[in-house]
């Protein structure tokens, strides 16, 4: 199995300050045969099923706030929210969809500090 | 816009079987994947599995002996089986489009096993 690690297990940001996510894959989800990464960022906010916010590493959802985005290469891989605001409280993971089993990060929490 | 709609039980007992279904609305099954994914109390997400509207399915290991999923293209909808059910087993069950990413998902159905 592909194991998801993400950095830090939370963080408080304030308010229009930029927040960080790392996410570390234990093999590679770059399949070569068309360059893409096959990893995923998702937005969890509690009684809500999770939102997907990027995808192929960094290809934003359609109607995803550009202060959203993903970046990252080989098994390193980082959402960034450019200037958080409130409603961006949540649970964010991380995902893989390389191989199966698909597996998930353990998750970050980011909260207002 | 496609929606989805997990249903079945809220309560089962131990050693018994659980069995959901998702209902999608607004677009077809064919010719997507849909999956199944967990959530258990305070843990993070747990995929479980998914199946094309073919019927062709893969399951994870971890599940792969007590798992069962199904489609049914004439009712536009999916099933999951889980036997054997343990107190483990307890969670917020979702379905969603996708083999692959996610983007269309159920709200989810806490299924809470408990004698």
């Known amino acids: 199995d592909i194991v998801m690690t993400q950095s830090p297990d939370s963080l408080a940001v304030s308010l229009g300050e930029r927040a960080t996510i790392n996410c570390t894959s234990s093999q590679s989800v770059l399949y070569s045969s068309n360059n893409k990464y096959y990893l995923a960022w998702y937005q969890h906010k509690p009684g809500q099923p999770p939102k997907l916010l990027i995808y192929w590493a960094s290809t934003r959802q359609s109607g995803v706030p550009d202060r959203f985005s993903g970046s990252g290469s080989g098994t390193e891989f980082t959402l960034t929210i450019s200037s958080l605001q409130a409603e961006d409280v949540a649970v964010y993971y991380c995902?893989?969809?390389?191989?199966?089993?698909?597996?998930f990060g353990q998750g970050t929490r980011v909260e207002i500090k | 816009q496609v929606q989805l709609q997990e249903s079945g039980p809220g309560l089962v007992k131990p050693s018994e079987t659980l069995a959901l279904t998702c209902t999608v609305s607004g677009g077809s099954i064919s010719p997507f994947y849909w999956s199944w994914i967990r959530q258990p109390p305070g843990k993070g997400l747990e995929w479980i599995g998914h199946i094309y509207y073919s019927g062709s399915t893969n399951v994870s290991p971890s599940l792969e002996s007590r798992v069962t999923i199904s489609v049914d293209t004439s009712k536009n909808q999916l099933s999951l089986k889980l036997n054997s059910l343990t107190a483990a087993d307890t969670a917020v069950y979702y379905c969603a489009r996708g083999g692959l990413q996610f983007a269309s998902w159920g709200q989810g159905i806490l299924v809470t096993v408990s004698s």
């Open positions: 995902h893989q969809y390389h191989s199966t089993p698909r597996t």
